[in-house]
């Protein structure tokens, strides 16, 4: 099945230890990206990669590092969570620039204390 | 920036009812635009995809249509389920480096 996996659902951590959020799809898309949904602010881009070794700034980077050493895999890295970074976070895939559509994964509930 | 509105917020109607969901944005210069569905706490379902090009796309009970001369996108939803009851986004995909703009999203619950 075209899947978008993304692991842990639901992660609860202290703030400033450190936490990787994997993402990976199966359906050899070029374009990755993260999103964070907030009650009454809705989703924004943390960062985008057009293909592997690529990788750019979305509308909210503070705080969240990517790589993309593979094209399956994006990870989101944040270095110190603060409560801040409490959110919904998603990740999402394209074939190429949005040409088909974007597929999204199950999502990943981060709560920082 | 690209700016993109969905009216009403919110909406509840009895079941059976055909509904209609609005979305506009800024700029006409898109590439694609993408209607999704959200349960609570859950991923996005993506429902439609209109192509530029494109008038409008079906499936099933749901019809997507685009303007982008004014700016404009419906979802048209036919003969409405309690099943139904989600949140529904419009996204709109630029045509530079294909961002995704979402608007804030309707609620929709249909009660039996």
């Known amino acids: 099945e075209a899947q978008v996996t993304q692991n842990p659902r639901y992660l609860i951590t202290v703030t400033g230890k450190k936490l990787t959020v994997t993402c990976s799809q199966n359906m050899n898309h070029e374009y990755m990206s993260w999103y964070r949904q907030d009650p009454g602010l809705g989703l924004r881009q943390i960062y985008y990669?057009?293909?592997?070794?690529?990788?750019d700034k979305g509308d909210v980077p503070e705080g969240y590092k990517v790589s993309r050493k593979e094209k399956r895999n994006f990870p989101l890295i944040l270095e110190s969570p603060s409560p801040n970074q409490t959110s919904l976070y998603f990740c999402?895939?394209?074939?190429?620039?949005?040409?088909?559509?974007?597929?999204f994964g199950s999502g990943t509930r981060l709560t920082v204390v | 920036k690209q700016e993109v509105t969905q009216i009403p917020a919110a909406l509840s109607v009895p079941e059976g009812e055909n509904l209609v969901l609005n979305c506009s944005f800024t700029d006409s210069a898109i590439y694609n635009l993408q209607w999704f569905r959200q349960d609570p706490g859950k991923g996005l379902t993506s429902l439609l995809l209109i192509q530029s090009s494109q008038r409008e796309q079906t499936s099933g009970r749901l019809n997507a249509s685009l303007d982008k001369s004014s700016g404009r996108s419906t979802l048209y939803i036919a003969a409405s389920q309690p099943g139904d009851s989600a949140t529904y986004l419009c996204a709109v995909i630029g045509s530079t480096l294909g961002r995704l703009y979402f608007g804030r999203g309707t609620q929709l619950t249909v009660w039996p």
């Open positions: 990669s057009m293909n592997v070794e690529v990788t």
């Open positions: 999402a895939s394209s074939l190429s620039t949005g040409a088909d559509g974007y597929t």
